[in-house]
C-alpha cells in the first residue's frame, strides 16, 4: 500500500467494516448466550432476584404496585419477564408464547397432582420445592414469572441499550484509537512539511524535509521531495543572483574606480580649456556612481527578507537628515523645515530607515518649486493605535493620478518635460517602498492642491 | 611629505592613485594582496595605511586583524559601496575610517588629511597647556598620545585616542555627536554614519567600567556621549 489514496480509503473501510461488525457481533453474541438459557435448568440470578421481588407485591396484595413494576422491568430487561397465570394468560396482557404456555401448564398439572397427595399441608409441600419454583399466588390466583429467552430481538436489545453498553463503547474507543493513529499518521508530515515551508519563507533556504519522513511511500513523501527539490533550485537561484550582484557590483565599480581617479588625474593637471568639461564628467560621474550604488542596494533589499533592529529615536533621526537635506537644499533656493514632530522611539533597521526617508526627502527638494519648502510631518496614526505616520508635502506639479501607485516601482518616469530637468524617479521610491516593506510598514503618494505628499505609515513596536 | 602604504589589487588603480597622491605631497608605497599589505606594513613604518576590503589572498579585514596585534598605524578602510556591514565591520575590528569605494580621489585625499591631522604629534604651544589630563583613574599623556589606565598604558588606534581627548576634556559634560565627529574625526557627522558609535564602543571595551560598576562614558540618547566624572 504505497498511495495515501489507498491508504486512506483502505484504513476508512477497515474501520467502518470493524465497527460495524464488532457491533453486530456483540448484540448478536447477547442474543446467542440468552437464548441458550432457556435450556439452562440452573435460572439465572436475575430470574431469582425478580420472583423474590414479585412476591413481595404479591405478600402486600397491591396489585397495582405490581403491575407498575413489571411495566418498568419490561422496560430495563431485554428479556420480557411475564407473569403468567394458571390459564395462560399474562398479568399485563402480554401475548404469552405457546412454548410459555404450555410450561405453565406443565407446572400446574404437576402441582395439583402433587396436590392431591395431600391436601392439607399446602404450606409444607411448597417447602420441599425451591423458592423460584414455588407460584406466586395474589388474590387466590396462582401465577409463574417466566422469562420469555426466545422473544429477545434485536430491536429488543437495541432499545434497550443499557444491556450492551459496555462493549459497544469498547468498540467505540477501540475504532476511535484506529482512527486517530491514522490522522495521527496522516497529518504529522504535513505539518512538518508546513513548518519547513514557512521558515522556507522567512529566508531560510536550508530547509529539507524528506530525511524527517521516515521510510514512508506515499504522496506526502513524494510531495516532501518535490518540497526538497524547489528549496534546492530556490537556494541555488538565490545564491547565483547574490553571486551575480557581487561579481557585477566589482566589475562595475573598478573601471568606475579607474575612471575617477583618472579624472582626478586631469583635473590635477588643471588644464584651463578642458576645465569645464572634466566638471561635468565628474558631475556625470557622480551620478552613475550613485546610480549603481542605489542599484544595488536595492537588489539586496529585494533578496532581504529579515532584518536587524534596534531602537531608534526616529524624531532625532528625521531632524538629522532633514538638517542635513535642508543643507543642500538652501543651495538652491528651497527648504527642508519641519512643521510637526514628537519623542517616538522605533525598533527598526537604522541604515534602511534612514535610507527611506532621505530617498523620499530628497526626492521631495527635487520637484519642490523653487522658493519653496517641502514639510515633513510626523505624529500619530489617526486610523491605527501604535502606528506612526510621516508625511513628507512639496510644493511642485504633483503627478497624474493613475501613477500614484507606480512611481515606487524602479525607473519609472512621470512625464518627459519633467524628468528633463529633474532626472525623473529613478530608484529613490523603490528604495524607499522596500525598505519601508521590511519593516511591516506601508508607503503612499497622494496628490494636494499643490504638490504631492509621501505618505509612511509605521508600526512601532513596544520593545 | 607623508609616508603611505595602499593595499589594492587592482594594479592599474593603484598606478594612477600613487601619481594621484604623490602629486598632493604622499609618498605611497603599495601591495596588491593581502599578505604583501601585511608584510610592508609590519616592516615598514609608515603613517597611514590604506586597505582595500576585496583582496586575494589575505582580505582587508584579516590584514587588519592581524596588523592591530603588532601595530596602532592609523587604517583608512575601502569598503565596496553599499556594504554597509562592511565598513562597521572594519571600524570594529580599529579601523581609524572608511570610505565606500568608488569615490572622488579628492574625497579621498581629504580623507586620509583628516586621519594624518588626528595622529599628528602636538604642537609645542598646546603641549605646554596642559601636557597630561587626568580624570580618575585615566591618565592622557598628550605629548607621547599615550594613554594609562590605572599606571598601565592602553593600545588604541589614534581616531579612538582623540575621541577619549575630547571626551576626557569635556568630562561630566554631554558633547553631541555632531561636535565630538567634527572635533575627534575632523569632519561632519553623516545621518546614518554608525563609525562614531563604533569608535565609542571600541573604547568602552578597552576602559571598562569605572571602578564603581558606572558606566564610563554614557549615551545621552539623541544627543551624544558624556565621559563619566568620578
Same mark, same amino acid.
Given at each position: 500500500?504505497? /498511495?495515501?489514496?489507498?491508504?486512506?480509503?483502505?484504513?476508512?473501510?477497515?474501520?467502518?467494516?470493524?465497527?460495524?461488525?464488532?457491533?453486530?457481533?456483540?448484540?448478536?453474541?447477547?442474543?446467542?448466550?440468552?437464548?441458550?438459557?432457556?435450556?439452562?435448568?440452573?435460572?439465572?440470578?436475575?430470574?431469582?432476584?425478580?420472583?423474590?421481588?414479585?412476591?413481595?407485591?404479591?405478600?402486600?396484595?397491591?396489585?397495582?404496585?405490581?403491575?407498575?413494576?413489571?411495566?418498568?422491568?419490561?422496560?430495563?430487561?431485554?428479556?420480557?419477564?411475564?407473569?403468567?397465570?394458571?390459564?395462560?394468560?399474562?398479568?399485563?396482557?402480554?401475548?404469552?408464547? $405457546?412454548?410459555?404456555?404450555?410450561?405453565?401448564? =406443565?407446572?400446574?398439572?404437576?402441582?395439583?397432582?402433587?396436590?392431591?397427595?395431600?391436601?392439607?399441608?399446602?404450606?409444607?409441600?411448597?417447602?420441599?420445592?425451591?423458592?423460584?419454583?414455588?407460584?406466586?399466588?395474589?388474590?387466590?390466583?396462582?401465577?409463574?414469572?417466566?422469562?420469555?429467552? *426466545?422473544?429477545?430481538?434485536?430491536?429488543?436489545?437495541?432499545?434497550?441499550?443499557?444491556?450492551?453498553?459496555?462493549?459497544?463503547?469498547?468498540?467505540?474507543?477501540?475504532?476511535?484509537?484506529?482512527?486517530?493513529?491514522?490522522?495521527?499518521?496522516?497529518?504529522?508530515?504535513?505539518? =512538518?512539511?508546513?513548518?519547513?515551508?514557512?521558515?522556507?519563507?522567512?529566508?531560510?533556504?536550508?530547509? *529539507?524535509?524528506?530525511?524527517?519522513?521516515?521510510?514512508?511511500?506515499?504522496?506526502?513523501?513524494?510531495?516532501?521531495?518535490?518540497?526538497?527539490?524547489?528549496?534546492?533550485?530556490?537556494?541555488?537561484?538565490?545564491?547565483?543572483?547574490?553571486?551575480?550582484?557581487?561579481?557585477?557590483?566589482?566589475?562595475?565599480?573598478?573601471?568606475?574606480?579607474?575612471?575617477?581617479?583618472?579624472?582626478?588625474?586631469?583635473?590635477?593637471?588643471?588644464?584651463?580649456?578642458?576645465? =569645464?568639461?572634466?566638471?561635468?564628467?565628474?558631475?556625470?560621474?557622480?551620478?552613475?556612481?550613485?546610480?549603481?550604488?542605489?542599484?544595488?542596494?536595492?537588489?539586496?533589499?529585494?533578496?532581504?527578507?529579515?532584518?536587524?533592529?534596534?531602537?531608534?529615536?526616529?524624531?532625532?533621526? $528625521?531632524?538629522?537628515?532633514?538638517?542635513?537635506?535642508?543643507?543642500?537644499?538652501?543651495?538652491?533656493?528651497?527648504?527642508?523645515?519641519?512643521?510637526?514632530?514628537?519623542?517616538?522611539?522605533?525598533?527598526?533597521? *537604522?541604515?534602511?530607515?534612514? /535610507?527611506?526617508?532621505?530617498?523620499?526627502?530628497?526626492?521631495?527638494?527635487?520637484?519642490?518649486?523653487?522658493?519653496?519648502?517641502?514639510?515633513?510631518?510626523?505624529?500619530?496614526?489617526?486610523?491605527? /493605535?501604535?502606528?506612526?505616520?510621516?508625511?513628507?508635502?512639496?510644493?511642485?506639479?504633483?503627478?497624474?493620478?493613475?501613477?500614484?501607485?507606480?512611481?515606487?516601482?524602479?525607473?519609472?518616469?512621470?512625464?518627459?518635460?519633467?524628468?528633463?530637468?529633474?532626472?525623473?524617479?529613478?530608484?529613490?521610491?523603490?528604495?524607499?517602498? =522596500?525598505?519601508?516593506?521590511?519593516?511591516?510598514?506601508?508607503? /503612499?503618494?497622494?496628490?494636494?492642491?499643490?504638490?504631492?505628499?509621501?505618505?509612511?505609515?509605521?508600526?512601532?513596536?513596544?520593545? | 611629505?607623508?609616508?603611505?602604504?595602499?593595499?589594492?589589487?587592482?594594479?592599474?588603480?593603484?598606478?594612477?592613485?600613487?601619481?594621484?597622491?604623490?602629486?598632493?605631497?604622499?609618498?605611497?608605497?603599495?601591495?596588491?594582496?593581502?599578505?604583501?599589505?601585511?608584510?610592508?606594513?609590519?616592516?615598514?613604518?609608515?603613517?597611514?595605511?590604506?586597505?582595500?576590503?576585496?583582496?586575494?589572498?589575505?582580505?582587508?579585514?584579516?590584514?587588519?586583524?592581524?596588523?592591530?596585534?603588532?601595530?596602532?598605524?592609523?587604517?583608512?578602510?575601502?569598503?565596496?559601496?553599499?556594504?554597509?556591514?562592511?565598513?562597521?565591520?572594519?571600524?570594529?575590528?580599529?579601523?581609524?575610517?572608511?570610505?565606500?569605494?568608488?569615490?572622488?580621489?579628492?574625497?579621498?585625499?581629504?580623507?586620509?588629511?583628516?586621519?594624518?591631522?588626528?595622529?599628528?604629534?602636538?604642537?609645542?604651544?598646546?603641549?605646554?597647556?596642559?601636557?597630561?589630563?587626568?580624570?580618575?583613574?585615566?591618565?592622557?599623556?598628550?605629548?607621547?598620545?599615550?594613554?594609562?589606565?590605572?599606571?598601565?598604558?592602553?593600545?588604541?588606534?589614534?581616531?579612538?585616542?582623540?575621541?577619549?581627548?575630547?571626551?576626557?576634556?569635556?568630562?561630566?559634560?554631554?558633547?553631541?555627536?555632531?561636535?565630538?565627529?567634527?572635533?575627534?574625526?575632523?569632519?561632519?557627522?553623516?545621518?546614518?554614519?554608525?563609525?562614531?558609535?563604533?569608535?565609542?564602543?571600541?573604547?568602552?571595551?578597552?576602559?571598562?567600567?569605572?571602578?564603581?560598576?558606572?558606566?564610563?562614558?554614557?549615551?545621552?540618547?539623541?544627543?551624544?556621549?558624556?565621559?563619566?566624572?568620578?
Amino acid at each position: 500500500m504505497k /498511495s495515501l489514496f489507498w491508504k486512506i480509503f483502505v484504513s476508512f473501510w477497515l474501520a467502518l467494516i470493524l465497527f460495524a461488525g464488532l457491533t453486530l457481533w456483540v448484540t448478536s453474541h447477547y442474543l446467542e448466550k440468552v437464548r441458550n438459557e432457556t435450556s439452562n435448568t440452573q435460572p439465572r440470578i436475575n430470574t431469582i432476584n425478580y420472583i423474590r421481588q414479585a412476591r413481595d407485591f404479591a405478600h402486600s396484595g397491591n396489585v397495582e404496585a405490581l403491575r407498575h413494576w413489571l411495566r418498568q422491568l419490561d422496560q430495563r430487561e431485554a428479556i420480557p419477564y411475564l407473569l403468567i397465570d394458571e390459564k395462560g394468560n399474562d398479568l399485563l396482557k402480554r401475548p404469552v408464547p $405457546l412454548y410459555l404456555q404450555q410450561r405453565v401448564l =406443565r407446572k400446574e398439572r404437576r402441582y395439583r397432582h402433587d396436590d392431591d397427595d395431600d391436601d392439607d399441608d399446602d404450606d409444607d409441600e411448597h417447602k420441599h420445592r425451591p423458592p423460584h419454583h414455588r407460584p406466586i399466588i395474589i388474590n387466590g390466583q396462582r401465577y409463574h414469572l417466566m422469562p420469555d429467552f *426466545r422473544s429477545v430481538t434485536l430491536n429488543r436489545v437495541l432499545n434497550r441499550p443499557r444491556v450492551i453498553a459496555i462493549p459497544i463503547l469498547l468498540a467505540a474507543l477501540i475504532s476511535a484509537l484506529v482512527c486517530l493513529l491514522l490522522a495521527r499518521y496522516l497529518t504529522a508530515p504535513i505539518s =512538518r512539511l508546513r513548518q519547513a515551508t514557512q521558515k522556507l519563507a522567512s529566508g531560510d533556504l536550508n530547509q *529539507r524535509v524528506s530525511a524527517s519522513m521516515g521510510s514512508r511511500k506515499d504522496e506526502i513523501v513524494e510531495l516532501a521531495n518535490d518540497f526538497d527539490h524547489m528549496a534546492e533550485q530556490l537556494q541555488t537561484l538565490i545564491e547565483s543572483h547574490k553571486q551575480l550582484l557581487r561579481d557585477a557590483s566589482h566589475e562595475l565599480r573598478s573601471p568606475l574606480a579607474r575612471l575617477q581617479v583618472a579624472l582626478g588625474l586631469a583635473q590635477q593637471r588643471g588644464d584651463s580649456t578642458t576645465i =569645464r568639461e572634466l566638471d561635468r564628467i565628474e558631475r556625470e560621474t557622480e551620478r552613475l556612481n550613485e546610480l549603481i550604488g542605489q542599484l544595488l542596494s536595492l537588489a539586496r533589499l529585494e533578496t532581504l527578507a529579515e532584518i536587524e533592529r534596534e531602537p531608534i529615536a526616529l524624531d532625532t533621526l $528625521l531632524k538629522d537628515i532633514a538638517d542635513d537635506a535642508a543643507y543642500e537644499a538652501q543651495a538652491s533656493n528651497r527648504d527642508v523645515k519641519i512643521i510637526h514632530s514628537m519623542p517616538v522611539v522605533i525598533n527598526s533597521n *537604522r541604515v534602511l530607515l534612514s /535610507s527611506a526617508l532621505e530617498n523620499a526627502i530628497r526626492n521631495a527638494i527635487r520637484y519642490t518649486a523653487e522658493n519653496t519648502s517641502v514639510e515633513i510631518f510626523l505624529q500619530n496614526d489617526s486610523e491605527k /493605535s501604535n502606528w506612526i505616520v510621516i508625511k513628507i508635502r512639496d510644493h511642485g506639479p504633483g503627478i497624474p493620478e493613475e501613477m500614484r501607485e507606480s512611481i515606487f516601482e524602479p525607473f519609472v518616469r512621470v512625464g518627459e518635460a519633467r524628468d528633463r530637468q529633474s532626472g525623473g524617479y529613478g530608484l529613490g521610491l523603490a528604495i524607499a517602498k =522596500r525598505a519601508i516593506d521590511l519593516h511591516g510598514g506601508e508607503i /503612499s503618494a497622494a496628490n494636494e492642491d499643490e504638490g504631492l505628499s509621501i505618505i509612511i505609515h509605521l508600526p512601532v513596536n513596544d520593545s | 611629505m607623508y609616508r603611505i602604504l595602499l593595499a589594492d589589487d587592482d594594479v592599474e588603480l593603484a598606478e594612477m592613485l600613487v601619481e594621484y597622491l604623490s602629486k598632493e605631497g604622499f609618498e605611497v608605497d603599495t601591495a596588491h594582496d593581502g599578505k604583501a599589505a601585511l608584510d610592508k606594513a609590519v616592516r615598514n613604518h609608515y603613517e597611514l595605511v590604506i586597505l582595500d576590503v576585496m583582496m586575494p589572498e589575505l582580505n582587508g579585514f584579516d590584514v587588519l586583524r592581524q596588523l592591530r596585534t603588532r601595530s596602532q598605524v592609523p587604517v583608512l578602510m575601502l569598503t565596496a559601496r553599499g556594504e554597509d556591514v562592511d565598513s562597521i565591520v572594519g571600524l570594529e575590528i580599529g579601523a581609524d575610517d572608511y570610505l565606500a569605494k568608488p569615490c572622488n580621489p579628492r574625497v579621498l585625499v581629504a580623507h586620509m588629511r583628516a586621519i594624518l591631522r588626528r595622529s599628528e604629534p602636538v604642537t609645542e604651544t598646546a603641549r605646554s597647556t596642559a601636557d597630561i589630563l587626568t580624570i580618575g583613574d585615566i591618565e592622557l599623556q598628550r605629548g607621547a598620545r599615550r594613554v594609562l589606565l590605572n599606571s598601565q598604558p592602553l593600545t588604541m588606534t589614534s581616531t579612538e585616542y582623540r575621541v577619549l581627548e575630547v571626551l576626557l576634556q569635556d568630562a561630566g559634560q554631554v558633547v553631541s555627536k555632531k561636535d565630538l565627529s567634527e572635533r575627534a574625526l575632523g569632519r561632519e557627522l553623516n545621518p546614518y554614519d554608525r563609525g562614531l558609535d563604533m569608535h565609542v564602543s571600541n573604547l568602552r571595551k578597552k576602559l571598562g567600567p569605572l571602578a564603581d560598576g558606572e558606566e564610563r562614558i554614557k549615551t545621552i540618547r539623541g544627543i551624544g556621549y558624556q565621559y563619566t566624572r568620578p
